[in-house]
């Protein structure tokens, strides 16, 4: 059974730095793309990066953009999310996803288009 589970996340101050994990089981990294989104209080659920690593892509929201790299480490079945410069809008509760189908070259994530969902973790960002 596919199963995603998130670990990392925490509070930190703006400026501060987290990495999140999402540890994959049940399958392998190699032929699905995992996605990154996050949502806040009141809000929807943002797609902000994907990674699909046959074939090489990774792609980022605008908003996230040169703060946020996302890498794989297949030996270890895990997508990490790096999280650098982060400010108090980034604070959300943030999810990985798996999906065989999605392309993951674009800019542009949605939702719907992943089918296997981790739990999420909470990021706060305060001062």
Known sequence: QLQLVESGGGWV????????SCAASGFTLGSYAI???RQAPGKD????S???NDGGR???A???KGRFTVSSDNAKNTVYLQMDNLKPEDTAVYYCAADKKVVC????FFVEDYDSWGQGTQVTVSS
């Open 13 to 20: 101050q703006p400026g501060g730095s987290l990495r999140l």
């Open 35 to 37: 996605g990154w989104f």
């Open 45 to 48: 659920r943002e797609g902000i």
């Open 50 to 52: 994907c990674i699909r």
């Open 58 to 60: 990774r792609n980022y």
């Open 62 to 64: 605008d908003s996230v």
């Open 105 to 108: 070259n674009t800019g542009h």
